[in-house]
């Protein structure tokens, strides 16, 4: 073999050699395949793991009502039989004009299966978790709360939405409750506080209430509308309702002034059901969803005798390359944009602007047909495309 073949055979076998190790280094750096590594859920449960044996879920609600099933469905299949056999209401449902009582439904599905679907919808929201921990109840007392706002009720039902300006006032609570009960009513939002993170504001409490008759209950804290701040999003207004082995003494934390003090109303739903545990009894739930409104700027002067709090989301700066001497492929007008200051862009547009306004005279007229209109043969492509975007009005000229 001559010297010259010898040489070019050790040089492929060190650029092999190169391109293994090159190879084997950037399989290293791209982690462990899909199979073995953890997936992102994987990786979140692992993260958020609870002991099964410290943390367990906690029925603290009402026992559970005896309901005969084998009645209830023998009752059913009977009523839908009667149903079936009635030619009247099945010629009205054929021309669509059978008449359907919504009252008749709504009672019907809060006696059955209203229970259920209230905790599932609790339990998606999150809420057992932010007031009780790993304690839940079984909503059994339907409640029926209406805002009243421009002589309209607004209805509160499962994470509707209702704005600040629409509860002003406190609502109007009815539910269905026996004699001689007592019953404890509570209003807090679990999102809304301004200083303390994972504390609550308590908006309205009312307890001793007999007989389900809210009016004549013993007010503990008087009813503050919501006021969430501006940039924070939807925030949970929550109504719990109790109820009462015996009468509770709330003036330890009984707090009932006109004057606004958020301090005081800082609360804690976990603390304030362990400290009555062996009185109060979990049994009703409602909840709507408010966000900011322009209402709520008057609201923090005179009520709260604050400046109005505003949260903004403060974006990282975009990643840019480092710049290069010679960028291949790339439009350089567009490429060096990207590394000059944001302000003297801006000035350029602006002067440019500037230069085809006359302060007696009315601007010139758009082209009616801009992609019509023909370019010079020397326009180089960078400057022709810059060019169309002004024309169309594409991109930051409509910033300017």
Known sequence: MSFSATCLLKKQNRLLTAMSVRHRSQRRNLGKPPGIAKTLEERMEEMNFKDPKIHFK?????????????TETAKRIE???KLKCNAELEKLARNNELPVSLDEISNDWSKTNAPLHIKKVAEYYGIFEHLFGDAYFTPYIQMDINYDYNSKKVPVYRGNIIKPIEALSSPEIHFEAPENTLWTLMLTNPDGHLQKENSEYIHWLVGNIPDGDVNK?????????????????YQRMIFVLYKQSTEIDFSSVKSVSEKVDLAKRTFSTFDFYRSYEDILTPAGLAFYQTDWDNSLTKFYHDQLSMQEPVYEYDFPSPYIKPQKWFPLKEPFNLYMDKYRDEKQIAKEFLIRKLRKTHPFQKPEPPLKYPNAVPFKKTTPSWLKLEMKKERLRWGRVNDY
Do not use: C, H, M, S
């Open 217 to 233: 209950g013993e007010t503990v804290f008087n009813y503050l509308q919501p006021f969430p701040a501006k940039g924070t999003g």
């Open 79 to 81: 009523f839908i039989k």
């Open 58 to 70: 906690v029925d603290i609600g009402l026992p559970t009502p005896q309901r005969d099933k084998k």
